[in-house]
């Protein structure tokens, strides 16, 4: 596709770019230097899954393990947390630094509340099957299309990781060229989750664990050319380890959007809202590999 052609694509009414010149020349400039270059960075719930299908909004990470056989006691105390913490999480009157000690809150609260159900390993695969956790439409073709080219993929989440590679491999591939930063679970002998392995990774401060998993970064930092994924501003921050001379920033745009559009508009490139597919990323690719 050419950069008019692409251009033309991103006229639709679902698209917001509040630069286009901006935009254009960031996508002449992927285009230019090519897959070779390349690497992407990208949020995982509700970024690479959706947030509605065919009408019911669908599960995050934590939300998956709610949904399956924990204890009902569980399950109204975690709602209790969602319906407390979210609103404050998609609050763009908020400023991240009001919100901070109250995310810090909530994933504490809600990983206290996991110690307590004595999850298994062996049950997450069906917690997954058997979850509404979907991943966007053509995110399967934009993973192998990937790793066609080796480009390299940072999988960045506040959410739990034992979920996310297990929601990729019953829906997707899990390609050698990912790469998933997020909480991961510790196991007993008996395999039953007894806590977290790492301090909390909750939806702003993705810059500090950038700056501790800064190696990856470095690791490919002939990757010049970088495309940002996010539905979140903390978000934006995923990549503060890295590096680049071109970046594109694309947003999902969920949930509250005539409040937040103005401020989402200034923050990234290009702003996709209810869009529950991968079409404009994967044009993208179609023009850049
Ligand atoms: P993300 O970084 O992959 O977007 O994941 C974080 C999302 O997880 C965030 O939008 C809030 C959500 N979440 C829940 O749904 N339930 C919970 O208990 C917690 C702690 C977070």
């Given at each position: 596709?050419?950069?008019?052609?692409?251009?033309?694509?991103?006229?639709?009414?679902n698209?917001?770019?509040?630069?286009?010149?901006?935009?254009?020349?960031?996508?002449?400039?992927?285009?230019?230097?090519?897959?070779?270059?390349?690497?992407?960075?990208?949020?995982?719930?509700?970024?690479?899954?959706?947030?509605?299908?065919?009408?019911?909004?669908?599960?995050?990470?934590?939300?998956?393990?709610?949904?399956?056989?924990?204890?009902?006691?569980?399950?109204?105390?975690?709602?209790?947390?969602?319906?407390?913490?979210?609103?404050?999480?998609t609050?763009?009157?908020?400023?991240?630094e009001?919100?901070?000690?109250?995310?810090?809150?909530?994933?504490?609260?809600a990983?206290?509340?996991?110690?307590?159900?004595?999850?298994?390993?062996d049950?997450?695969?069906?917690?997954?099957?058997?979850?509404?956790?979907?991943?966007?439409?053509?995110?399967?073709?934009?993973?192998?299309?990937?790793?066609?080219?080796?480009?390299?993929?940072?999988?960045?989440?506040?959410?739990?990781?034992?979920?996310?590679?297990?929601?990729?491999?019953?829906?997707?591939?899990?390609?050698?060229?990912?790469?998933?930063?997020?909480?991961?679970?510790?196991?007993?002998?008996?395999?039953?989750?007894?806590?977290?392995?790492?301090?909390?990774?909750?939806?702003?401060?993705?810059?500090?664990?950038?700056?501790?998993?800064?190696?990856?970064?470095?690791?490919?930092?002939?990757?010049?050319?970088?495309i940002?994924?996010?539905?979140?501003?903390?978000d934006?921050?995923?990549?503060?380890?890295?590096?680049?001379?071109?970046?594109?920033?694309?947003?999902?745009?969920?949930?509250?959007?005539?409040?937040?559009?103005?401020?989402?508009?200034?923050?990234?490139?290009?702003?996709?809202v209810?869009?529950?597919?991968?079409?404009?990323?994967?044009?993208?690719?179609?023009s850049?590999?």
């Open positions: 596709m050419t950069i008019e052609k692409m251009m033309e694509f991103l006229n639709q009414p698209v917001h770019i509040g630069d286009p010149d901006h935009v254009k020349h960031v996508i002449e400039q992927l285009i230019q230097y090519g897959p070779d270059k390349l690497q992407i960075v990208a949020d995982f719930d509700r970024t690479l899954t959706k947030y509605i299908h065919k009408g019911h909004v669908c599960a995050t990470c934590h939300y998956v393990l709610e949904e399956g056989s924990l204890p009902e006691l569980f399950k109204e105390k975690a709602r209790t947390l969602r319906d407390t913490y979210f609103p404050i999480e609050n763009p009157i908020l400023s991240v009001e919100k901070i000690p109250k995310m810090i809150e909530w994933w504490t609260k990983h206290g509340l996991l110690e307590t159900c004595e999850i298994s390993r049950s997450i695969q069906h917690c997954v099957s058997s979850s509404t956790a979907k991943l966007r439409d053509g995110c399967s073709w934009f993973f192998d299309e990937l790793k066609k080219y080796e480009v390299p993929v940072l999988i960045f989440s506040a959410g739990i990781g034992d979920i996310i590679e297990e929601v990729i491999k019953q829906q997707s591939t899990m390609h050698d060229n990912m790469h998933i930063v997020s909480n991961y679970m510790k196991f007993n002998e008996e395999g039953k989750m007894t806590g977290f392995q790492n301090a909390i990774i909750h939806v702003y401060n993705k810059n500090e664990n950038a700056i501790h998993d800064s190696a990856y970064f470095q690791n490919i930092e002939h990757k010049t050319s970088m940002l994924m996010g539905d979140s501003i903390g934006l921050h995923m990549a503060d380890g890295a590096e680049v001379d071109h970046k594109l920033k694309i947003g999902f745009l969920n949930t509250r959007v005539e409040e937040s559009l103005e401020l989402f508009k200034k923050k990234y490139d290009i702003v996709l209810e869009d529950e597919t991968l079409d404009v990323p994967n044009n993208l690719l179609r850049i590999l």
